[in-house]
């Protein structure tokens, strides 16, 4: 069975950082591009950040350029973002999905954790 | 960036009525790169079409999708209970990945 599992989200005064985690398991998650998806507070869905399952492509949504960075462990079977000058607008509940790849370019989300929520106040 | 804009924005219906939900994209979707997900009040989204058209595993045969180019629906024949919750399109063909603003699906 695949499960996403993300965790290290809490409240962060604006400027400062986060650094989330999503735990992969019930499939082989370096074969997968795995991504980030945020919701803010009663709002809709943002795609966030993407990786390849080797690492080597990667994608920002422009929102979030210069500040997130995304990793990934295949060793452990682990998805990480690493979020820097935090903003107020930041705030939201993070998610991670898995890609199916259709092609190189195209990934639709077939399976997603549960979500973790960053706030950012002072 | 590929715009895509959901309408309604509210559906209210009673059970066992249809529903059409409708998404338009501010440009062609290649290849139908079009899928639609459900969600429920403090749960994840969940896939329920993808290409268009395709039901995702598991997911029951009220469901249907439909649409190509710039225009696409998503279809529920007769909706049961559970299926009252807020519908998201999303074009996968490239980055960025987008969605839609939602449409909920309430109970009338």
């Known amino acids: 069975e695949v499960q996403l599992v993300e965790s290290g989200g809490g409240l962060v005064q604006p400027g400062g950082s986060l650094r989330l985690s999503c735990a992969a398991s019930g499939f082989t998650f370096s074969s997968y591009r795995m991504n980030w998806v945020r919701q803010a507070p009663g709002k809709g869905l943002e795609w966030v950040s993407s990786?390849?399952?080797?690492?080597?492509?990667?994608y920002y949504a422009d929102s979030v350029k210069g500040r997130f960075t995304i990793t990934r462990d295949n060793a452990k079977n682990s998805l990480y973002l690493q979020m820097n000058s935090l903003r107020d607008e930041d705030t939201a509940v993070y998610y991670c999905?898995?890609?199916?790849?259709?092609?190189?370019?195209?990934?639709?989300?077939?399976?997603w954790g549960q979500g973790t929520l960053v706030a950012v106040s002072s | 960036e590929i715009v895509l804009t959901q309408s309604p924005g509210t559906l209210s219906l009673s059970p066992g009525e249809r529903a059409t939900l409708s998404c338009r994209a501010s440009q062609s979707v290649g290849s139908s790169y079009l899928a639609w997900y459900q969600q429920k009040p403090g749960q994840a989204p969940r896939l329920l079409i993808y290409?268009?058209?395709s039901r995702a595993t598991g997911i029951p045969d009220r469901f249907s999708g439909s649409g190509s180019g710039t225009d696409f629906s998503l279809s529920i024949s007769r909706l049961e209970p559970e299926d009252f919750a807020v519908y998201y399109c999303q074009h996968y063909g490239n980055s960025p990945w987008t969605f839609g603003q939602g449409t909920k699906v309430e109970i009338k």
């Open positions: 999905a898995r890609g199916f790849r259709v092609t190189d370019q195209a990934y639709y989300f077939d399976y």
């Open positions: 290409a268009a058209s």
């Open positions: 990786i390849g399952g080797g690492t080597n492509v990667i």
